[in-house]
């Protein structure tokens, strides 16, 4: 560990460290390096009440199931498991591996039907990991669904290419929207359900950070991509690793809306790095130029933590408070308080565009015609108009107000600074 540069923390971060018998274990069985199984392993014969049901589930609902089974089955412990929750690993297993297929068929399908068309479209996140040999199995790596980044300028046309491709918009997501919504919300197009049942989102751009008055998106992603992969006589590209890893920490440590996510993004960074050790420079300097170069540091120097602490490191906790916080978020039994507190910082950070922000804010109360007589279920009539008395008084009724914590807004505040490079790590 003397290589990460990590010491035992302060009394603060110790107990801020504070883990689970079940949080140590989904630390430990994340990743298949030497020390992880060696804490693992430990872990196993050191606790005689372990609570495998929540250790599962909590597993599967960060989609680290077939990880920990895959670690398990590594150390020769998975006949160790009680036999409902085993049964409920390898069913995992099982499907996620069928998943996999589907998804690696379905993908290639769309893209080169959008490549015979001329539309240059890249896979993202889980679907450009299916269709690389970065993880060594397949299913060991889960999705929800298959994103695929096209031109901006052409989206509506390989909208219609995926509509002939047999995939249809999602019944709830074809009614009427508020007008303005937060930038996260509008990186791609409204979900679609395929005739193998998986559903499709296109993207028409992979973030919405900016930086310097740029958006970091198609543009530098198509001018990265190299590797190609052939179906038939249609080629398709993949993503640069750098790229995709970029996108992966920008969509679960800087969007702060699918933390559940953090320690599967940890895992693919650790599978792509394994495979291509020169991926982690490339990425820092693509991370720095967009100004992302905190959040993507953090990720590394955590995914290294997992990858080498000892059990004895583990519990201390590392003396850096980045680590520790990032981890936490991680392992939140449920993260929908904290998206909201971030969704907050969003709305009334007013440093950056700020009309487009009064704008958002605007939009909450003054949302459209047809949105509003949905949201009251009535015809969209000039009557409708009286419901925006009754918007205000709803919106408070639907308030999370958990997310006006002061731990929340200091969580997402310090995870905002990490992001850019801003905040001061203790050693």
């Given at each position: 560990?003397?290589?990460?540069?990590?010491?035992?923390?302060?009394?603060?971060?110790?107990?801020?460290?504070?883990?689970?018998?079940?949080?140590?274990?989904?630390?430990?069985?994340?990743?298949?390096?030497?020390?992880?199984?060696?804490?693992?392993?430990?872990?196993?014969?050191?606790?005689?009440?372990?609570?495998?049901?929540?250790?599962?589930?909590?597993?599967?609902?960060?989609?680290?199931?077939?990880?920990?089974?895959?670690?398990?089955?590594?150390?020769?412990?998975?006949?160790?498991?009680?036999?409902?929750?085993?049964?409920?690993?390898?069913?995992?297993?099982?499907?996620?591996?069928?998943?996999?297929?589907?998804?690696?068929?379905?993908?290639?399908?769309?893209?080169?039907?959008?490549?015979?068309?001329?539309?240059?479209?890249?896979?993202?996140?889980?679907?450009?990991?299916?269709?690389?040999?970065?993880?060594?199995?397949?299913?060991?790596?889960?999705?929800?669904?298959?994103?695929?980044?096209?031109?901006?300028?052409?989206?509506?046309?390989?909208?219609?290419?995926?509509?002939?491709?047999?995939?249809?918009?999602?019944?709830?997501?074809?009614?009427?929207?508020?007008?303005?919504?937060?930038?996260?919300?509008?990186?791609?197009?409204?979900?679609?359900?395929?005739?193998?049942?998986?559903?499709?989102?296109?993207?028409?751009?992979?973030?919405?950070?900016?930086?310097?008055?740029?958006?970091?998106?198609?543009?530098e992603m198509i001018g990265?991509?190299?590797?190609?992969?052939?179906?038939?006589?249609?080629?398709?590209?993949?993503?640069?690793?750098?790229?995709?890893?970029?996108?992966?920490?920008?969509?679960?440590?800087?969007?702060?809306?699918?933390?559940?996510?953090?320690?599967?993004?940890?895992?693919?960074?650790?599978?792509?790095?394994?495979?291509?050790?020169?991926?982690?420079?490339?990425?820092?300097?693509?991370?720095?130029?967009?100004?992302?170069?905190?959040?993507?540091?953090?990720?590394?120097?955590?995914?290294?933590?997992?990858?080498?602490?000892?059990?004895?490191?583990?519990?201390?906790?590392?003396?850096?408070?980045?680590?520790?916080?990032?981890?936490?978020?991680?392992?939140?039994?449920?993260?929908?308080?904290?998206?909201?507190?971030?969704?907050?910082?969003?709305?009334?950070?007013?440093?950056?565009?700020?009309?487009?922000?009064?704008?958002?804010?605007?939009?909450?109360?003054?949302?459209?015609?047809?949105?509003?007589?949905?949201l009251y279920h009535m015809?969209?009539?000039?009557?409708?108009?009286?419901?925006?008395?009754?918007?205000?008084?709803?919106?408070?009724?639907?308030?999370?107000?958990?997310?006006?914590?002061?731990?929340?807004?200091?969580?997402?505040?310090?995870?905002?600074?990490?992001?850019?490079?801003?905040?001061?790590?203790?050693?």
């Amino acid at each position: 560990m003397s290589k990460l540069g990590l010491a035992v923390g302060s009394l603060v971060v110790v107990i801020f460290m504070n883990w689970t018998t079940t949080d140590k274990l989904l630390l430990s069985g994340l990743l298949p390096s030497e020390a992880s199984c060696a804490r693992l392993g430990r872990l196993l014969e050191r606790e005689s009440e372990i609570n495998w049901e929540a250790v599962v589930q909590r597993a599967l609902t960060r989609g680290t199931a077939a990880l920990l089974r895959l670690n398990l089955a590594r150390i020769g412990e998975l006949d160790g498991v009680p036999l409902v929750q085993r049964a409920a690993l390898e069913e995992i297993n099982h499907r996620w591996a069928a998943r996999h297929l589907a998804f690696v068929s379905e993908a290639t399908r769309l893209l080169s039907a959008l490549a015979e068309s001329g539309i240059q479209a890249l896979p993202l996140k889980g679907t450009a990991l299916m269709l690389t040999p970065y993880y060594p199995q397949i299913g060991l790596r889960a999705a929800v669904d298959m994103d695929v980044l096209v031109e901006p300028g052409r989206i509506e046309q390989a909208e219609r290419i995926v509509s002939e491709c047999g995939y249809t918009e999602l019944e709830a997501t074809t009614q009427a929207r508020p007008r303005q919504r937060l930038p996260n919300e509008r990186n791609h197009r409204p979900p679609r359900r395929g005739p193998s049942g998986l559903i499709l989102e296109l993207h028409h751009r992979a973030f919405h950070h900016t930086q310097r008055g740029r958006d970091f998106g198609f543009a530098e992603m198509i001018g990265q991509a190299k590797s190609a992969i052939t179906s038939g006589q249609t080629s398709f590209l993949l993503p640069a690793p750098e790229d995709l890893c970029l996108h992966l920490v920008h969509h679960t440590i800087v969007d702060l809306q699918s933390t559940r996510s953090i320690l599967r993004t940890l895992a693919d960074l650790y599978f792509i790095f394994e495979r291509e050790v020169a991926v982690r420079e490339r990425l820092k300097q693509r991370a720095s130029a967009f100004g992302l170069g905190g959040a993507v540091q953090l990720a590394c120097e955590a995914c290294d933590y997992l990858t080498e602490a000892t059990l004895e490191e583990l519990e201390r906790a590392p003396g850096r408070e980045d680590i520790a916080l990032l981890l936490k978020t991680a392992l939140l039994e449920s993260p929908d308080t904290l998206a909201a507190t971030a969704r907050l910082f969003e709305y009334f950070d007013l440093r950056h565009q700020p009309l487009a922000k009064i704008g958002n804010l605007l939009a909450l109360l003054f949302t459209s015609k047809q949105h509003l007589a949905q949201l009251y279920h009535m015809p969209a009539t000039s009557r409708i108009y009286l419901n925006y008395l009754r918007r205000p008084f709803d919106l408070l009724r639907k308030f999370n107000w958990a997310s006006l914590a002061p731990a929340n807004l200091r969580q997402v505040r310090k995870l905002r600074k990490i992001a850019q490079g801003n905040l001061k790590t203790e050693d």
